[in-house]
């Protein structure tokens, strides 16, 4: 199983970058998918995640720190999860990773760098 996880750069605060992490199945064969986040010498947190069963899926979770500004979809057709980021703050600099999981199989996506910076 192979993500690939696209979308960052180099961005003013409060501005918006939309990021995308497209697997290399279909995405209802995970159980939910998510992105993580790490800044420099801080641990990988999650930033928000999304049940992606075909029929019972979409739910979503979000961390405090971006709830009303970040947003995670899914995009079964293009088996592509998204994170729209708007109101992005210097704070939410870092690598940001895209995961699935299934029972207990896990999947990481290469890191894709979002840096908010004036």
């Known amino acids: 199983v192979q993500l690939q996880a696209s979308g960052g750069g180099l961005v003013q605060p409060g501005g918006s970058l939309r990021l995308s992490c497209t697997a290399s199945?279909?995405?209802?064969?995970?159980?939910?998918m998510g992105w993580y986040r790490q800044a420099p010498g801080k641990e990988r947190e999650l930033v928000a995640d999304i049940t992606t069963k075909l029929r019972t899926g979409g739910s979503t979770n979000y961390a405090d720190s971006v709830k009303g500004r970040f947003t995670i979809s899914r995009d079964n057709a293009k088996n592509t999860v998204y994170l729209q980021m708007n109101s992005l703050e210097p704070e939410d600099t870092a690598v940001y990773y895209c995961k699935g999981r299934n029972g207990p199989r896990i999947s990481w996506g290469q890191g894709t760098l979002v840096t908010v910076s004036s």
């Open positions: 199945i279909r995405i209802f064969s995970f159980d939910v």
